[in-house]
């Protein structure tokens, strides 16, 4: 009965495509060694970007004032956010970065990190073009200005977001030891709030990519089937992995503090392949829905002549 529902249910955004058809996809998409061999590629050269990049953020924050407490609400941020094995080990380190103010680092942080950034969307944008069998027309030039561009969005979102994250962890703090405050609605509120934006700017970034990453002469809609399957995928890895790795895992009781990069490379991958498979659907759906206009015509020729 269950499986006859999927078969006809049809979620907002995935149309034509029933969620039973968006399931199998998802599936047999994960076991494609073509996109597995891709994710790996782009997660090597997002890793690449992201410590340097974490050094640049960062090393801004020793200029906030200390006063507003942006440095002690980002710290509980990351034991939220980050597993615990993974915070441990870098305690020590973005404590240090946040509270020293460091000039050379902040300027050296930067050109790295956007250069191997924009070296990583570029690759996306390579790896779009291949999985929907378009040639690419544009030139190296403005491919990588576009490339440019989007990581200047993802970057700007990802400070807007952390910006939001922290404030919304020290209006927490504030109300639990300032005001004493012991009511579970508020903070329940508060923490909602912090989720769902990070929900809408990821669905956001994610959709950008998937319109303005391609070469493609006719762009896709901008709330499209791939952007809505990326955007839960990824919130159910970061749920889901950051449960493992808390309560499961022993990556560092293993491997010690190399145990730290294994767990963010592995992220980095699945982030990846949740990119890659939202825009496989996409594609999918492209694709079916030409084959529909493709062939309706033809069907309505054969109808006539009989």
Excluded at 147 to 152: E, R, Y
Excluded at 261 to 280: A, D, H, K, R, T
Aim: net charge positive.
């Amino acid at each position: 009965m269950l499986i006859e529902w999927t078969k006809v249910c049809v979620l907002p955004g995935f149309s034509p495509l029933p969620l039973y058809t968006v399931a199998t996809f998802f599936f047999r998409e994960v076991g494609k060694e073509a996109l597995v061999n891709k994710a790996s590629s782009l997660a090597y050269n997002f890793m690449l970007a992201i410590f340097p990049g974490i050094i640049f953020l960062f090393t801004l924050i020793p200029y906030i004032p200390k006063r507003i407490g942006f440095q002690e609400g980002l710290m509980s941020l990351l034991a939220l956010v980050l597993p615990n094995n993974a915070f441990d080990a870098l305690e020590t380190t973005i404590d240090n970065i946040v509270n020293i103010q460091n000039g050379s680092l902040l300027s050296i942080g930067f050109f790295l990190s956007m250069f191997f950034a924009t070296n990583g969307v570029h690759n996306l944008m390579i790896a779009f073009n291949k999985s929907s069998l378009i040639v690419e027309t544009r030139s190296l030039l403005k491919r990588r200005l576009v490339a440019l561009i989007l990581t200047m969005v993802l970057v700007l979102s990802m400070i807007v977001c952390i910006a939001a994250m922290t404030l919304g962890v020290i209006a927490i703090n504030y109300l639990k030891k300032e005001m004493n405050y012991d009511g579970n609605l508020t903070i329940y509120v508060i923490q909602f709030t912090q989720w769902a934006l990070l929900g809408i700017l990821y669905f956001i970034n994610v959709s950008i990519l998937y319109r303005y990453g391609p070469a493609h002469a006719k762009k896709w809609k901008f709330f499209s089937a791939g952007s809505w399957l990326a955007t839960i995928l990824a919130f159910l890895t970061i749920w889901g992995f950051s449960f493992y790795i808390n309560n499961f895992s022993a990556y560092n009781k293993l491997y010690g503090s190399i145990g730290t990069l294994m767990v963010v490379m592995i992220w980095l991958y699945l982030n990846s392949l949740i990119l890659l498979i939202g825009f496989e659907l996409n594609a999918s759906v492209d694709l079916s829905k030409r084959s529909v206009k493709i062939i309706r015509p033809r069907f309505n020729l054969f109808k006539s002549n009989k």
